[in-house]
């Protein structure tokens, strides 16, 4: 008889949570890589990641920098790269004219809709696929690497 106070679920020896964060990392890894091959790539990963934060709002150059975990200089390639294809626009900040703040345009709001629309339908059909019970431990599993991805 178990108490209220004790886990549900033995905790894994170290050898085996080894073994499923190998497992799980793979995993990752490779559905990543399917779905932006699926996607017919209009868009590179890394411009991609890019303008997802500036989806969330006007952003400097550093401050993308530090988000992203790149070096300025990689970083002010690729916003190069985004001003480029008319994706992303830089302009003066107001209260500080040395900073530059980027945000996205227009056309790069509708790139990331076609590019997360066509990477969706990739997942829903792999995903509509799974017995009822997958899919549920699919629920729980994505609330979990969610978790594990945000620390």
């Known amino acids: 008889m178990t108490s209220d106070t004790s886990p549900a679920y033995a905790a894994l020896r170290p050898a085996a949570v080894s073994s499923l964060a190998g497992e799980l990392r793979l995993a990752c890894m490779r559905i990543s890589r399917r779905v932006r091959y699926e996607s017919t790539d209009t868009i590179a990963p890394h411009h991609f990641s890019v303008m997802c934060r500036l989806e969330e709002g006007a952003r400097t150059p ?10 300025a200089p990689s970083m002010t390639r690729t ?16 209260n500080d004219r040395r900073q530059v703040n980027l945000t996205l345009t227009d056309l790069a709001r509708q790139v990331l809709r076609d590019t997360r629309r066509k990477r969706d339908a990739w997942m829903v059909v792999r995903v509509a696929r799974l017995s009822p019970e997958e899919q549920a431990v699919l629920q ?11 620390e």
Not at 62 to 71: D, M, N, P, T, Y
Request: glycine share 8%.
């Open 62 to 71: 550093g401050e993308l920098a530090e988000i992203e975990r790149v070096s």
């Open 79 to 94: 916003v190069a790269g985004l001003v480029e294809l008319g994706w992303v626009e830089r302009a003066a900040d107001p």
């Open 140 to 150: 729980q599993a994505s609330a979990i690497l969610a978790k594990v991805a945000s």
